[in-house]
């Protein structure tokens, strides 16, 4: 089997790059993990990563003095490994246009809200200041425009009425930890495509998001 040449872009924990190595060590995800890159040097995820003997690169912000030049080093970084798909992991910087261009149709990035609603930070306190009953995560090809590209895959989790915005983002993570892998699966099985500013699932422009029920996320 052809396996999917990927780079994932972290900036912390790296949890859901972490749910997707497991995959690939199981032999559920057809990708070949190149290298993990990261912004921060002290990302721990970076650790995780070699642990699992993934490649590791850190592109450090502060060492670039503007946007631009700092997404040009990440590219030629990012290049190198010539990834067919590049995954924002916990990739916590805003991407200049001329690098989202570079990668357009094979960058995509999870979202923990039910975009597009909630876009930005902070999403769990905002979910609860907001007082909905319903939260989630969200799949999106990267587009010039911050958290606005294209929904691939969405999974809902219920609000408690006793939750905080830590016990609301576990919950969340859980999801994302399952939504990821499954995107990702698609687009190495040739089944997701970005096309005409829309994602395709077979053959079939999503006119709404793929809901992905996953089991364990009422707890
Ligand atoms: C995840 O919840 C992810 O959805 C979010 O950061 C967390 C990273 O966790 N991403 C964003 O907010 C992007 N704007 P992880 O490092 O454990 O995967």
């Known amino acids: ?42 990302a721990p995820g970076l650790d995780s990563a070699r642990a699992a003997g ?37 990739f916590m910087r805003i991407l200049t246009p001329a690098f989202v261009r570079h990668y357009q149709g094979r960058l995509i990035n999870i979202h923990p809200s039910l975009l ?16 909905v009953s319903e939260h989630g995560a969200s799949v999106h090809f990267v587009t ?6 294209p929904v691939i895959v969405q999974a809902r989790v219920p609000v408690q009425p006793d939750d905080t915005a830590d016990t609301l983002a576990t919950r969340v993570l859980r999801v994302e930890h399952q939504l990821y892998p499954t995107a990702i699966g698609w687009f190495a099985a040739g089944r997701l495509h970005y096309r005409d500013g829309a994602a395709w699932l077979d053959e079939r422009p999503l006119i709404q998001p793929v809901r992905l029920d996953c ?3 009422e707890t």
């Open 144 to 149: 010039e425009e911050l958290d606005g590209g």
């Open 1 to 42: 089997m052809n396996k999917l040449p990927i780079v994932i872009l972290i900036s912390g924990r790296g949890s859901n790059m972490q749910a997707i190595l497991d995959q690939a060590a199981r032999g559920e995800l057809a990708v070949d993990i190149r290298a993990v890159i990261s912004n921060r040097p002290d």
């Open 215 to 217: 089991g364990d996320a």
């Open 116 to 131: 597009p609603a909630l876009r930005g930070l902070n999403t769990h306190q905002r979910a609860l200041e907001a007082g």
């Open 54 to 90: 993934i490649h590791t690169a850190v592109v450090d912000h502060r060492e670039h003095s503007s946007r631009a030049e700092y997404d040009q080093a990440l590219q030629s970084a990012i290049d190198q490994y010539q990834p067919a798909l590049v995954v924002l992991a916990g």
